[in-house]
């Protein structure tokens, strides 16, 4: 048989024969063959791979992204590389250069550690989507985020219907997300108080009944510190988080927070990376919050 007609078989292509395919396949089953997807790839001038590339592999509000941009990597028939840097600047550009470098078709960036000019010499080099709310984004790049400031409204007002009049915010950085949902929670309380870090908050010791934490990592943090100085949980303190993460879930009392459609958002990023692949436009995508209410806010609340 011919080469090409054997190449055809093995693509899958028509125009081939019921007896001629089965012949080939069993000759390329018992040779052991596999196709060269690297040489496919390089015929075609595009590797088929889509580079992600987070802060923080331990978060899950990164890694519920991720798994949002697999699902629809895989719908497309592309392969996703990951890779970490591990919440240190100069570790996530030398990855960012390393995806780039290995020749993917795309950057997904979920993270908001990069400053303005990295992001432009990235969205330069290859198709770009930025996932969260770094200082800047490039114009031709894409960008998911979450609407920050409507979240944290829906957090602090959550916490005055229920009477709380005192109430802080603790944040563990000064991130541009961070500072978006600081803006809005100054807006609501009359008397704002800022604490950076749950140690800070607990050590005040100024009557503060309620607060209202920046992610949930923190408001699980200050869950149990409170628990350790034998504070009730939402009694002597009210909390509430930000990113609905399973930890929110599986903490007690559960704890109050923002959720962030997160897995919709790597579904949308990846979106936005094959228009750009296809030479499409970027676009900029703000999704809607909601808040989850739970024990550690409301005593009673149900579970989920």
Known sequence: MSKSLVSAALRGEAGVSAASRERIAAAADRLGYRANGWAQRLVSGRSGLVGVLLTDLHNEYHTDIVNGIE????EAGFGVILSHGRRDRSLLLDRLQGLIDLGVDAVIAVTGHLDA???????ARVPLVVVGRPESVPD??????NNDEEGARLAVAHLLSLGHERIAFVHGSVRP??????????SLVMEPREFSGAAAFLASGTGLTAVFATNDRLGAQLLADAADRGMRVPDDLAVVGYDNTELSRLVRPALTSVDQPRGAMGTAAMAQA????????AEHLIVAP?????GSSVRAAPLD
């Open 117 to 123: 000019d990295a992001l432009e010499a990235a969205a």
């Open 140 to 145: 031709g790049a894409g960008w998911v985020r």
């Open 290 to 294: 909601t808040l989850v209410v739970r």
């Open 177 to 186: 997300a961070s500072r978006a949902r600081r803006d809005a929670y100054r």
């Open 274 to 281: 094959l228009a750009l692949v296809g030479s499409g436009s």
């Open 71 to 74: 699902d629809a990597a895989h």
